[in-house]
């Protein structure tokens, strides 16, 4: 078993034993579509069958489809026998459209029905309804962060593992496409910030340069939204 799903494992296994009374899911988007295999679906829906109250934080309930409703809405609700079949639930409340790949969704069959529908589970609030709550921004700040050396030597060590990569691949460096180009360098901007995801026990640089600028600069009877 690849170690990093065997940690994720134990970690839902050490979550289950403990007597939450409140789930919150952020970006619960990201559990769109049927897809019960994927590890964070799997994990959320494991986790909400034995928790009380299950909230789900979004901006964009539906990230492309409509079907992306799906998920969100059984994690939620786990024994409503409406969410019991995917398919039943998509012929209700989508419009589809039968190709030679298979079943391709189009939209919603019926937005007035499906707004009903979402009215059960959703509480929206736009920008407008909590302008009024919100203080003034701060105006922006270039926050200067520490990258020490033994980090700068992975970075560099990575770059150059990711140079040799692609030229390898594409035999000359002239011929890396732009888009295998453009995603190393998204992966080199990544470490630069959450060096975490690829070293265990790193942190995060720009989190710790961001907590030490708000300690001393803001009175400590402020509070600051990020």
Not at 116 to 143: F, G, H, K, Q, V
Not at 149 to 165: A, E, G, H, V, W
Not at 168 to 175: I, P, T
Request: charged share 25%; aromatic share 10%.
């Amino acid at each position: 078993q690849n170690p990093k799903k065997r940690t994720a494992t134990n970690y839902l296994l050490t979550l289950q034993g403990m007597s939450y009374q409140v789930l919150l899911i952020d970006e619960s988007h990201r559990l769109r579509g049927r897809d019960r295999r994927s590890d964070q679906s799997l994990g959320a829906r494991m986790l909400a069958e034995s928790i009380p109250y299950v909230f789900e934080l979004t901006g964009t309930p539906i990230y492309d489809k409509c079907d992306d409703l799906y998920m969100q809405f059984k994690i939620l609700d786990p024994h409503n026998p409406e969410l019991r079949s995917y398919w039943n639930w998509v012929d209700r409340y989508c419009k589809t459209l039968k190709t030679g790949w298979g079943l391709k969704i189009l939209g919603p069959k019926d937005e007035k029905s499906l707004n009903e529908y979402m009215s059960r589970y959703c509480l929206r609030r736009t920008a407008e309804d909590i302008s009024l709550e919100l203080p003034e921004l701060l105006p922006p700040t270039r926050i200067p962060m520490p990258f020490s050396s033994q980090l700068r030597s992975y970075y560099t060590r990575i770059r150059d593992d990711y140079r040799m990569s692609l030229i390898s691949k594409y035999h000359d460096a002239e011929n890396i496409p732009i888009m295998a180009a453009g995603a190393a360098v998204a992966h080199l901007r990544q470490f630069t910030s959450v060096p975490n995801n690829y070293i265990a026990g790193w942190g995060s640089p720009k989190i710790d340069a961001l907590a030490e600028y708000l300690e001393t600069t803001l009175p400590s009877e402020d509070k600051a939204v990020i």
